[in-house]
């Protein structure tokens, strides 16, 4: 899935929700998979800043990926970022289902 854009207040909890199919668009069972990583990037050729695994902040439910984002994962960033999301399968089948903009935008505090 390609141009899957999105945009969020820096310092704010949210949630990406990404349902995986085929290309003929139906649902790809993805709760097997050796691994799912979600990276954000200030462009696709440089390292990440913020990556998010199995392990911390992605979760499946079968056909649906769940990339949760913690206040503290985007607090102090602004701008347009680069992001993916890699799944490589059982047999180490590596795929990148989406990628796409995100636009963070810094949150100013009146006083």
Do not use: C
């Not at 899957?4 to 649902?27: E, H, R, Y």
């Not at 769940?66 to 960033?77: H, N, Q, R």
């Not at 602004?78 to 289902?97: A, C, K, M, P």
């Amino acid at each position: 899935m390609a141009d899957q854009n999105f945009s969020m207040k820096a310092g704010n909890s949210k949630t990406l929700s990404v349902p995986i199919t085929n290309d003929a668009g139906s649902s790809i069972d993805v709760s097997g998979a050796a691994s799912i990583v979600w990276t954000l990037a200030e462009s696709r050729y440089s390292e990440p800043l913020l990556e998010k695994t199995l392990a911390d902040g992605v979760s499946v439910v079968t056909s649906t990926v769940s990339v949760d984002l913690a206040p503290e994962d985007t607090a102090g960033l602004d701008g347009l970022f680069y992001h993916q999301l890699q799944i490589t399968d059982g047999s180490g089948g590596e795929s990148t289902v989406l990628v796409g903009v995100v636009s963070i935008a810094a949150v100013q505090v009146i006083a």
